[in-house]
């Protein structure tokens, strides 16, 4: 069953940690993009990939860091710089970045940070 | 600066009502557009896209949505709405540089009621 997990679906921090979340997909699609969401607000690119061992920043990079080792799987960090972490994440995959540009969206992880 | 606008916040219908959601994005080239839906607990999922040719187009769930250059509009319309459309619709653009492509900008959603 092909499609995008991402997990936890809540996780919960303390201020000043860094926390990752995890992002792995099997539908074989070179481009992956992670998103924030908050209420009322959209989605808004945080960072993406479009090939293996490749990323660029988004609109609001700031005080996360990601990396693409593998095809499969395209990680967030959440550092402690980032002023206002608490948010709902998504992660995307489309076969690549070019025509094909339809993406494919994760359940989401709910991070909370206290 | 690109920016995608999605006119209402909230929209509450009765079942069977017409829908029109309206899109307005800000850029003058070529674009491709998107809207994307995200039922209660569900993963954000396509309901229908325009690249290019006819600027009606048919998405899953008997939405469609109209490309109207001039206006720089892409408004989802449903002809009769039931309790199960509930959910935030998400209005998207890209831009398109010809041989490349750019990220889509999503609009701020429109949640839709519906009482059944």
């Known amino acids: 069953d092909g499609g995008i997990t991402q997990s936890p679906k809540y996780l919960f921090r303390k201020e000043g940690q860094n926390v990752t979340l995890s992002c792995e997909q099997n539908?074989?699609?070179?481009?992956m993009y992670w998103y924030r969401q908050d209420p009322g607000q959209g989605l808004r690119l945080i960072y993406y990939?479009?090939?293996?061992?490749?990323?660029q920043k988004g609109d609001i990079a700031e005080g996360y860091s990601v990396s693409r080792e593998k095809k499969e799987s395209f990680p967030l960090t959440v550092t402690s710089a980032q002023k206002n972490p608490t948010a709902f994440y998504l992660c995307a995959s489309s076969i690549d970045g070019g025509q094909s540009y339809e993406q494919y969206f994760g359940p989401g992880t709910r991070l909370t940070v206290t | 600066a690109q920016s995608v606008s999605q006119h209402n916040h909230h929209v509450i219908l009765s079942e069977a009502a017409s829908l029109e959601l309206g899109c307005n994005y800000s850029y003058g080239g070529t674009v491709n557009l998107f809207w994307y839906v995200q039922y209660p607990g569900q993963h954000l999922q396509l309901l229908l896209k325009y690249f290019s040719g006819d600027p009606l187009v048919k998405g899953i769930k008997g939405f469609e949505a109209e490309f109207i250059k001039s206006k720089f509009s892409f408004n989802l319309r449903k002809p009769s709405v039931q309790w199960s459309d509930t959910a935030e619709y998400f209005c998207a653009v890209r831009r398109n540089y010809g041989g490349s492509q750019g990220n889509l900008i999503f609009g701020k959603g429109t949640k839709l009621s519906v009482k059944p």
């Open positions: 990939s479009q090939i293996v061992n490749d990323f």
């Open positions: 539908l074989n699609h070179d481009a």
